[in-house]
């Protein structure tokens, strides 16, 4: 190969190198212990976390079009897949994800992801859920005087994604986290995501930690000061024993939760979740503005705003001082 075209085939090589450099995906930096210099207060992020079933709608998910399609009652089928899943040792979660398709194919039914998520616009709401996240972002942006705090709302749970995707409100969660399948990989659907009730947690130091993308691992340690949204700044909703686990570890690191009823039901579970000190407040599950539940959550908020400020203050003077060099 003679020299001309030798620097011909150098030249396209490295044109080649650096078009395949600017396509390929960018990976966030890893997290480092040293400092960085920080020019504006950067943690002015407020979280609001929700379990789905029993929390957002009155009843599981599956109940309202999955079972119903497939001629199965929901009491009975609960029941069955609790004794399969005490029979078997085997994990509830896993089981009834499981038994959800092993009794659509004996009924001769075949339902994919699209039906899922065609399933999703049939699931009921608790009164004022669909209104809920604007009427939140609302009193957020008229309290925060002049902080410019962000709000972020989150979905953590058991349930399936694919029918939360459904719905009317899932374009209103910054992140969702769900129990999901894999289609097409054996003969049923196999189980590709499982959210336990402690599983949960994992979740909450995604959210915490900044570190959303299921595909990294969050057990690098990162110091408390660079993580981006501390617990203290969180709200967990939920509504009984499976959201224990979220509650408590949110309550243990500084972050709050409130236990919800459905409305007219007995507040007995959530009576018992505050006098364990699992939750700040309990409320029915109205929410609508100015009921029980709106007011107290914006007590919760207007405590975050004001923790807030003074964090930020806080801040500002340490950087003062570093920069005039007081003693």
């Given at each position: 190969?003679?020299?001309?075209?030798?620097?011909?085939?150098?030249?396209?090589?490295?044109?080649?190198?650096?078009?395949r450099?600017?396509t390929?995906?960018?990976?966030?930096?890893?997290?480092?212990?040293?400092?960085?210099?920080?020019?504006?207060?950067?943690k002015?992020?407020?979280?609001?976390?929700?379990?789905?079933?029993?929390?957002?709608?009155?009843?599981?998910?599956?109940?309202y079009?999955?079972?119903?399609?497939?001629g199965?009652d929901?009491?009975?089928?609960?029941?069955?897949?609790?004794?399969?899943?005490l029979?078997?040792g085997?994990?509830p979660?896993?089981t009834?994800?499981?038994?959800?398709?092993?009794?659509?194919?004996?009924?001769?039914v075949?339902?994919d992801?699209?039906?899922?998520v065609?399933?999703?616009?049939?699931?009921?709401l608790?009164?004022?859920?669909?209104?809920?996240?604007?009427?939140?972002?609302?009193?957020?942006q008229?309290c925060?005087?002049?902080?410019?705090?962000?709000?972020?709302?989150?979905?953590i749970?058991?349930?399936?994604a694919?029918?939360?995707?459904?719905t009317?409100?899932?374009?209103?969660?910054?992140?969702?986290?769900?129990s999901?399948?894999?289609?097409?990989?054996?003969?049923l659907?196999?189980?590709?995501?499982v959210?336990?009730?402690?599983?949960?947690?994992?979740y909450?130091?995604?959210i915490?930690?900044?570190?959303e993308?299921?595909?990294?691992?969050?057990?690098?340690?990162?110091?408390?000061?660079?993580?981006p949204?501390?617990f203290?700044?969180?709200?967990?909703?939920?509504?009984?024993d499976t959201?224990?686990?979220?509650?408590?570890?949110?309550?243990?690191?500084?972050?709050h939760?409130?236990?919800?009823?459905?409305?007219?039901?007995?507040?007995e579970?959530?009576t018992?979740?505050?006098?364990a000190?699992?939750?700040d407040?309990?409320?029915?599950?109205?929410?609508?503005?100015d009921?029980?539940?709106?007011?107290?959550?914006?007590?919760?908020?207007?405590?975050?705003?004001?923790?807030?400020?003074?964090e930020e203050e806080?801040?500002?003077?340490g950087?003062?001082?570093?920069?005039k060099?007081?003693?």
């Amino acid at each position: 190969m003679d020299r001309q075209a030798r620097r011909t085939r150098g030249s396209d090589d490295a044109a080649a190198h650096v078009r395949r450099k600017e396509t390929r995906a960018v990976r966030p930096a890893p997290v480092r212990n040293e400092p960085r210099v920080k020019h504006a207060y950067e943690k002015k992020t407020i979280a609001l976390v929700y379990d789905f079933d029993g929390t957002l709608c009155p009843r599981p998910m599956q109940e309202y079009a999955f079972l119903p399609k497939i001629g199965v009652d929901a009491k009975a089928f609960w029941a069955e897949s609790n004794r399969i899943a005490l029979e078997e040792g085997a994990d509830p979660l896993i089981t009834y994800m499981h038994l959800l398709y092993k009794k659509a194919k004996a009924a001769g039914v075949r339902i994919d992801r699209d039906d899922l998520v065609a399933q999703g616009r049939k699931v009921e709401l608790f009164p004022g859920v669909e209104k809920w996240f604007d009427e939140i972002d609302a009193y957020i942006q008229e309290c925060d005087h002049g902080e410019h705090v962000a709000v972020r709302h989150y979905l953590i749970s058991s349930g399936l994604a694919e029918i939360i995707e459904g719905t009317t409100i899932y374009k209103r969660f910054h992140n969702v986290f769900a129990s999901e399948y894999w289609f097409e990989a054996y003969d049923l659907p196999y189980p590709k995501r499982v959210i336990t009730d402690t599983g949960k947690t994992q979740y909450l130091f995604r959210i915490n930690k900044g570190v959303e993308n299921l595909g990294e691992s969050i057990n690098q340690h990162m110091p408390e000061n660079v993580r981006p949204i501390p617990f203290s700044h969180m709200i967990y909703f939920g509504d009984g024993d499976t959201d224990v686990p979220s509650m408590a570890v949110m309550r243990k690191n500084g972050g709050h939760a409130i236990a919800v009823h459905a409305p007219g039901k007995s507040k007995e579970k959530g009576t018992e979740l505050f006098k364990a000190g699992r939750c700040d407040f309990f409320a029915s599950a109205d929410y609508r503005r100015d009921s029980e539940l709106w007011r107290r959550t914006c007590l919760l908020i207007d405590r975050m705003l004001a923790d807030i400020r003074v964090e930020e203050e806080i801040w500002r003077l340490g950087r003062e001082i570093e920069r005039k060099g007081i003693a």
